[in-house]
């Protein structure tokens, strides 16, 4: 899974380096597949409850899973990239999100807190603690800084298949739910609204987006629980 992780890294950052204003989120979608078939692995999302992509494209008020298409990238835009590989018997998942050009400051901001939200969940990740832990503090750093996290969607467990358990929320109460052991693998991933915590789903029937059509940002890692600290397996 570590493999596969850094597999997955290098992918994704060879796809952020293509994002540039005028291109297609179609385009990345195919960028990422040729990528994932480089590598010789394959997509683990393609086909997954039915999703027709590789690559998950969601653009500025689209939280997660939006379906990539003939949409345009404009100065100012965000998009966050969700993608997911199988490799050798296991599945890796990660995302990031995107700035294209400049954006403002309150954008800026936004992806910052994302950024430092997942940091902070991965920081609470270790063994005694629980999943309880992991949610609270993330959801206290994030409205502490005006913003609020995604309730109805989750990181995961993950490993023989994509969605395993224990769902890891972004929102909780201290030593609340199960403890966190040694070996477990999962995937922490902050989704933060820059104005209600509501959504709906997008035209494409597969996506989420917010319900005010406030901007969202979504970053994800997988991590390993080890002795010693938590070990985040999708990194170069």
């Not at 995961?156 to 358990?165: D, P, Q, S, V």
């Amino acid at each position: 899974m570590r493999e596969g992780g850094r597999i997955l890294a290098k992918i994704v950052g060879e796809v952020e380096r293509k994002i540039k204003v005028g291109i297609t989120t179609q385009e990345l979608n195919e960028i990422a597949e040729t990528l994932i078939q480089k590598r010789g692995g394959q997509p683990s999302f393609l086909n997954f409850e039915d999703y027709p992509a590789v690559l998950c494209t969601s653009l500025n008020e689209e939280i997660v899973h939006a379906v990539p298409s003939k949409k345009i990238l404009k100065e100012g835009d965000i998009l966050s990239l969700d993608l997911g590989i199988y490799w050798r018997g296991y599945h890796s998942d990660m995302a990031v999100t995107v700035p294209i050009g400049k954006i403002s400051k309150k954008t800026q901001e936004l992806i910052f807190v994302t950024k430092e939200a997942l940091k902070i969940g991965i920081k609470n990740s270790k063994i005694g603690n629980t999943i309880g832990d992991i949610g609270y503090n993330i959801q206290q750093y994030v409205e502490s800084k005006g913003f609020n996290v995604v309730r109805e969607l989750c990181g995961h467990g993950i490993g023989k298949k994509l969605h395993e358990e224990p769902q890891i929320l972004n929102f909780g109460e201290k030593a609340k739910g199960i403890k966190i052991k040694e070996g477990m693998v999962f995937c922490i991933e902050p989704m933060v609204t820059a104005g209600d915590w509501k959504i709906v789903k997008t035209i494409d029937g597969f996506g989420y987006r917010t319900k005010d059509n406030s901007l969202s940002c979504h970053f994800e890692h997988e991590i390993a629980i080890v002795r010693g600290g938590p070990l985040v397996l999708t990194k170069n």
